[in-house]
C-alpha cells in the first residue's frame, strides 16, 4: 500500500478551494459509512501494529497490520512549516471517517490478493516465511509502552504510600508478635527465617523505597545510579554474612533454622567459604566487601582515597620529623677516630713491673682494656630475685661461666707469653700502681681428660635431683614444722610423712559377732617425702611462672592422692603486729592453671578443689605413684572411727572410706536416709555394695538389722545368700523384684499403722517403749539394696519409678532404708523424682561431666582414677568430699557368710533361731503367678460372689462385661478353688462356699509355696 503526502503547493489555498474539499470529503466520509453498515470490513485500531514485506512475493495476512500506519499517516499529512488551519469539528471526524474507510477497503482488497497468491502459488522462500510466522508471537516494545499507558498518573503514589505502610507493619510484626496474630506471626517467621537479624534492615528498606518514590512528587529528587545500587546490595549480603558469623555459634545450619545471625542467606553464602578457607579468612573477605560496599554507596571516589591517605602520610612524616632528635655532626669519612680502647690496643710491649717489684713483658693494652672494661661500658644484668625460679639457675650458671672466661682472659694476658720478641722492639720499664686494682689470681685451665673425671658428669642416672628442694635449715624437732632454702635463697616449709601415720585402737568385740581376724590387714603405702618436696617445688614455680606467688601451707597425704594446699595470699604482720593477708590472687586465675599444673607435675588426672569449704585454701589433688588400697579391717581398727562408733545413734553406721588425709570416713544409713550410687564398669560400685553389706553383718544381729537384696545382674549379691540376716532368697528375676518392691510399700504402710496404734513418731521410740517382756515385737531395721536399677528402669520404668520413690519418700520413720547402685546416671535412669529422694549420693568414676551433674549437680566425677576413687555427697554437706572407698575380697566375703551359717546353724539347735524360709513376698508372688496362670479377672469374680452370696455365670457376664464362654470358665475355677458348690438342678446359682474375710487362694498359696521350699 502507497501513502502519498500532500505537497505544499497541492494544498487549496482559497476559502472555496478549501470548501470544496470539505464537501468532497464528507462525501467521501457518507461513503465510507454506507460501505462499514454493509459489513464489508471493520476499522481497527490506530496502534495496531504494522507488517513488514519483502517484495510482492510475501506479505502479511494480517488485516489489522495492513490498515495500521496508512490510516495514521493520512490523516496525519500535512505541509511541513505551516499552522494548521481552523476547521469545523464535524468536517474534521467526517475526514477521519473517510480516511479510515479507504484504508479498510484498501486493505482487504490487498489481503484478498495475497491470499489467492498464497494458495495459487508455492513459496520460493521457506526461511522468511519461518521469519514472518514467528512475528506474530513476538512481544514488541509497543506492548509494553501500551501497558503503561494504562497506569494512571497516581499509580506510583498509591504504591509508595503501600510500601510505606507495609514496611512499618513489617518492623511491629518483629518487634512484637503475639501468638494471637497469625498473619504477623507468620510473615515474621519467614523474614527472620530467610535474613535472621537483617530482616529489620530489609523492613526499612521497604519503608525507605516508598519514601523515595514518594519524594518527587515533592520536588526532591534523589539521582540511585546502577553501582550504588549493585553496592547496596552487595553490602547487605556481607552484613548478613558476617552477622551468620558472629553469632557464636559452630551449628551455622541450626543457627539459620532458629532465625538468628543472617538466616538461611547468611548460612548459603558462610557455608562454601568456612568449607573452603576458614573462619578468619571469610570474615576478613566478607569485612573487605562490606567496607568498599559502603565506600561505593556514600559516593567515595577512588583519587579521595588517594588523597587522604597521602595526606596522612605526609602528616605522620613530618610529625616524626619534629620529635626526632638532632644527630651530632658525623665525621667525614677520610677521618679515623681513635678512643682509648684503640689506643691501648695499638701500643707497643713494654716492661712492665707490678706492685711486687716483679717484672714482666706485656702490652699496655692489657690494662687499659680492663680499665676501659669496667670503668667505659656500662651492662644491665637482670635481678635474680625479680625472675622466676625455672630461670634463675640458667643466669647464674651464664654468670658463672662469664666470671670465669674473664678470669681466663685476664690471667692470660698478665702473665702469659707475649707474642712479640723482644728483639723486634726495645722494651721500655713501665711502673703501674696496682694498688687499687683487685688482685686477680691465675687460673689452671683443666684439660678434657679432667673435666671428664667431674662429679657433674659422673653422677648416676637414677640419682634423685634434690637440688630444687633446697637445704634443711636446722635440726627435725618433733611437733614443729621443718624449714628448707630454696636455691634461689626463699624460706620455704619442708614437709614430712612421720605424723601422718595413723593410730590403733583396740576395741572389744560381742560373742555374737564376727571376729575381725577374718578379715585381711593391708597398711597404707604413703609417698616418700622426695616426692611430696618435689611435687611442692614443682606447684610453687609453676605459679610463679605466670607471676602468682603463692605458698603451699598443708600437705594432706591419702591412699590414692595427695591434696597440697596452696594459699593464695600472703600473710603479713602491721606494725601492731596483727596478721593480714597481703599479695592476694584470684582464685579463678590459679585454676584456669589446671592444665599446665598437670603437665608440670605429670599428673594422670588432676583435681582442683576451690576452695575448700572450712579452709582458706585452694587444695590441688594430685595421684600418688604407687597408690594404696583401703581395707576394710585398718578402717574398723583406728582410733577415729571407734570414736565414732562408740556415738552413734543407729545399728545402720558402715565405713565408707578414707578422705585425702587419710582419716576414715563413716556414714549413718539411719541419717540419710537413702544412698544413690552411680559410676561406669569398673569404677567400683559394686564392691562398695557388698563392703557395706559386710559392714552390717560385722555390727548388726540377724534380730537388729534384716537386708533385701535385689540384684538383677546375678552374680554381685548372690554370695550373701543363707545368711540370717536376709528376709528372703536374693532375687534376680526383673518381673519378681517389682513383686519385691510392692511388697516393701505394703510392709511400710503395716509399720505406719503399728506406730499409729503405739503413737510413736519413729521405730527408735517404738522400740525404745518395748522392755523385755515385749521383746518379740521388736521392729528391726530393713535395709534394701539394689545393685543395677538401670535394668529395671528399662524393663518395668512405670512400676520402678513408682515403687521406689514411695519408699524413699516414707520409709524413714518406720526403718526402710535404701541403696541403689547405677552405671548408667542419666536423666532417664535417674529422673527427678528419684533424685528428689535421695539426697545423700555416691559417684565413682564417670565418663562425662555430664552424668557427673546428674549424679552429684556438679562437675569433678569425670576427673577421677577409678578403683575406688569416689566423690560423696552427704545429706548435709555443701561439696562432694573426695574420698577411696573400702575394699573387701570374695575370701573375706566367704568366709563370714560362712562364719553367720555357722551361727544359725547352732541356734536352732538350740532352739533359739529358725531355719531359712522363702520370703515374706513369696505368697504375694505365688497369688499373682496364678492369676495370671488363670485368669486376671478371677479375683474380682470372687469378690464379687461373696458380695452377692450367689453364683452364676450370667451373674459374672453381667456384672463384669465378659463373654459367656470366659465367664464359664471363671466358674469352673472357681469350683474347683472351692469357692463355689456344684450345679443346682433347675439351673439355679449355686451356693458360695467361702465366707467374707477368707482368702480363697490359701490352700493353693501353701501348696505351691511347699514346693518351692522343698526345691530350695
Not at 500500500?1 to 464528507?26: C, I, L
Not at 528372703?728 to 510399700?745: A, K, N, Q, S, Y
Amino acid at each position: 500500500m502507497t501513502v502519498v503526502q500532500q505537497t505544499p503547493a497541492q494544498q487549496p489555498d482559497t476559502d472555496a478551494d478549501k470548501n470544496a474539499a470539505s464537501s468532497g470529503e464528507a462525501n467521501s466520509v457518507n461513503a465510507a459509512g454506507s460501505n462499514i453498515t454493509s459489513g464489508s470490513t471493520s476499522p481497527t485500531p490506530s496502534n495496531a501494529p504494522r507488517a513488514t514485506s519483502v517484495g510482492d512475493s510475501t506479505r502479511s495476512t494480517s488485516s489489522n497490520q495492513a490498515l495500521a500506519k496508512p490510516s495514521e499517516k493520512s490523516i496525519d499529512s500535512k505541509p511541513a512549516g505551516k499552522p494548521e488551519a481552523k476547521a469545523d469539528p464535524k468536517s474534521q471526524t467526517a475526514k477521519l471517517a473517510a480516511s479510515k474507510s479507504t484504508g479498510a477497503q484498501t486493505a482487504l482488497s490487498t489481503a484478498k490478493t495475497d491470499a489467492a497468491k498464497a494458495t495459487t502459488e508455492t513459496p520460493t522462500n521457506t526461511k522468511a516465511s519461518k521469519f514472518a510466522n514467528a512475528e506474530k508471537y513476538t512481544v514488541k516494545p509497543e506492548f509494553w509502552d501500551g501497558i503503561l499507558d494504562l497506569i494512571p498518573p497516581w499509580g506510583d503514589e498509591i504504591a509508595a504510600v503501600m510500601l510505606i505502610v507495609f514496611g512499618i507493619v513489617s518492623l511491629l510484626s518483629l518487634l512484637n508478635v503475639s501468638s494471637d496474630a497469625t498473619i504477623a506471626a507468620a510473615w515474621s517467621n519467614a523474614l527472620t527465617g530467610m535474613f535472621g537479624y537483617g530482616s529489620a534492615i530489609v523492613c526499612i528498606g521497604i519503608f525507605a523505597l516508598g519514601v523515595i518514590i514518594l519524594l518527587p512528587k515533592l520536588g526532591v529528587v534523589i539521582h540511585f545510579p546502577t553501582r550504588r545500587i549493585l553496592a547496596l546490595e552487595i553490602g547487605f549480603l556481607s552484613m548478613l554474612a558476617l552477622l551468620h558469623l558472629s553469632a557464636g555459634d559452630n551449628e551455622l545450619r541450626a543457627l539459620a533454622r532458629l532465625g538468628r545471625g543472617g538466616g538461611q542467606i547468611g548460612w548459603m553464602l558462610t557455608t562454601p567459604m568456612l568449607n573452603l578457607f576458614g573462619s578468619v579468612l571469610t570474615i576478613a573477605v566478607f569485612a573487605t566487601l562490606l567496607v568498599i560496599s559502603i565506600a561505593v554507596a556514600i559516593g567515595i571516589q577512588r583519587d579521595q582515597v588517594a588523597d587522604w591517605l597521602q595526606g596522612n602520610a605526609n602528616a605522620l612524616r613530618d610529625f616524626g620529623k619534629r620529635k626526632r632528635p638532632e644527630r651530632p655532626p658525623q665525621p667525614s669519612k677520610t677521618f679515623k677516630r681513635m678512643g682509648t680502647l684503640d689506643e691501648a690496643l695499638t701500643t707497643a710491649p713494654a716492661v712492665i713491673e707490678d706492685a711486687t717489684g716483679k717484672l714482666s713483658v706485656q702490652t699496655q693494652s692489657a690494662v687499659h682494656a680492663q680499665r676501659v672494661k669496667a670503668h667505659s661500658i656500662v651492662r644491665v644484668r637482670p635481678n635474680p630475685e625479680n625472675l622466676p625460679p625455672s630461670l634463675r639457675a640458667q643466669l647464674i650458671a651464664e654468670a658463672n661461666a662469664q666470671a670465669a672466661a674473664e678470669k681466663r682472659a685476664a690471667n692470660t694476658s698478665i702473665g702469659g707469653v707475649p707474642h712479640a720478641k723482644p728483639e723486634q722492639t726495645k722494651p721500655n720499664i713501665i711502673r703501674f700502681d696496682y694498688s687499687d686494682a683487685p688482685s686477680v689470681e691465675p687460673v689452671k685451665i683443666k684439660s678434657d681428660e679432667d673435666l671428664s673425671q667431674h662429679p657433674l658428669f659422673n653422677r648416676p642416672k637414677d640419682t634423685p635431683n634434690t637440688d630444687a628442694i633446697g637445704v634443711i635449715k636446722g635440726k627435725r624437732v618433733k611437733g614443729e614444722p621443718v624449714m628448707v632454702e630454696r636455691p634461689d635463697g626463699r624460706i620455704k616449709r619442708y614437709f614430712t610423712v612421720d605424723n601422718m601415720k595413723e593410730a590403733r585402737a583396740n576395741t572389744k568385740r560381742d560373742p555374737d559377732l564376727p571376729p575381725l581376724d577374718m578379715l585381711r590387714d593391708i597398711e597404707l603405702n604413703l609417698p616418700d617425702e622426695s616426692e611430696i618436696n618435689n611435687n611442692v617445688v614443682l606447684i610453687e614455680n609453676t605459679l610463679l611462672e605466670f607471676d602468682i606467688d603463692v605458698d603451699v601451707v598443708d600437705v594432706k597425704v591419702g591412699p590414692t592422692v595427695t591434696q597440697y594446699a596452696v594459699q593464695p595470699f600472703k600473710e603479713g604482720t602491721t606494725p601492731e603486729g596483727a596478721e593480714t593477708a597481703t599479695n592476694r590472687t584470684r582464685v579463678n586465675k590459679i585454676v584456669s592453671l589446671a592444665s599446665d599444673l598437670a603437665l608440670a607435675l605429670s599428673a594422670k588426672r588432676l583435681r582442683l578443689e576451690s576452695p575448700v569449704p572450712g579452709h582458706t585454701y585452694i587444695g590441688i589433688e594430685v595421684p600418688n605413684k604407687k597408690p594404696s588400697i583401703v581395707a576394710l579391717r585398718s578402717v574398723y581398727e583406728s582410733k577415729s572411727y571407734a570414736e565414732m562408733a562408740a556415738k552413734k545413734k543407729s545399728p545402720l553406721l558402715i565405713p565408707i572410706g578414707r578422705d585425702v588425709s587419710g582419716a576414715p570416713v563413716a556414714a549413718d544409713l539411719g541419717q540419710m536416709p537413702h544412698l544413690l550410687i552411680a559410676g561406669t564398669t569398673g569404677s567400683g560400685k559394686s564392691v562398695a555394695i557388698a563392703a557395706m553389706a559386710t559392714a552390717l553383718l560385722l555390727d548388726n544381729t540377724p534380730d537388729m538389722v534384716k537386708m533385701i537384696m535385689l540384684d538383677p545382674k546375678m552374680v554381685e549379691l548372690s554370695r550373701f545368700n543363707g545368711v540370717p540376716h536376709l528376709l528372703g532368697p536374693v532375687e534376680t528375676d526383673p518381673e519378681r523384684i517389682i513383686g519385691v518392691l510392692r511388697w516393701c510399700t505394703r510392709e511400710m504402710e503395716r509399720r505406719y499403722k503399728v506406730l499409729e496404734e503405739n503413737a510413736a513418731r519413729n521405730i527408735d521410740t517404738y522400740n525404745s517403749r518395748l522392755g523385755r517382756r515385749r521383746k518379740d515385737e521388736y521392729m528391726p531395721y530393713i535395709v534394701i539394696l539394689i545393685d543395677e536399677i538401670g535394668d529395671l528402669m528399662m524393663s518395668h520404668p512405670e512400676e520402678t519409678e513408682k515403687t521406689v520413690t514411695r519408699i524413699a519418700q516414707m520409709a524413714r520413720a518406720v526403718g526402710m532404708h535404701m541403696v541403689v547402685a547405677t552405671q548408667r546416671p542419666s536423666v532417664d535412669v535417674i529422673t527427678g523424682l528419684i533424685k528428689a529422694n535421695f539426697p545423700s549420693r555416691m559417684s565413682f568414676q564417670v565418663a562425662s561431666g555430664v552424668d557427673s551433674r546428674v549424679i552429684l549437680d556438679t562437675v569433678g566425677a569425670e576427673a577421677l582414677m577409678g578403683k575406688g576413687d569416689m566423690l560423696f555427697l552427704a545429706a548435709d554437706a555443701m561439696a562432694p568430699k573426695r574420698l577411696q572407698g573400702v575394699f573387701v575380697s570374695d575370701d573375706e566375703v566367704r568366709s563370714l557368710c560362712q562364719w553367720w551359717r555357722d551361727w544359725n546353724k547352732a541356734k536352732i539347735e538350740e532352739g533359739k533361731g529358725e531355719a531359712a524360709a522363702l520370703g515374706p513376698w513369696e505368697r504375694g508372688l505365688t497369688r499373682r503367678e496364678f492369676l495370671s496362670e488363670t485368669d486376671p479377672m478371677l479375683e474380682q469374680a470372687i469378690e464379687l460372689v461373696i458380695a452377692e452370696g450367689e453364683a452364676s455365670a450370667s451373674l459374672i457376664q453381667r456384672r463384669l462385661g465378659l463373654g459367656y464362654p470366659r465367664a464359664a470358665r471363671i466358674m469352673d475355677l472357681l469350683e474347683e478353688l472351692g469357692v463355689v458348690g456344684e450345679v443346682k438342678v433347675g439351673g439355679r446359682g449355686r451356693e458360695v462356699l467361702i465366707k467374707p474375710g477368707k482368702d480363697p487362694f490359701k490352700d493353693v498359696i501353701e501348696k505351691r509355696m511347699k514346693n518351692k521350699d522343698k526345691q530350695a
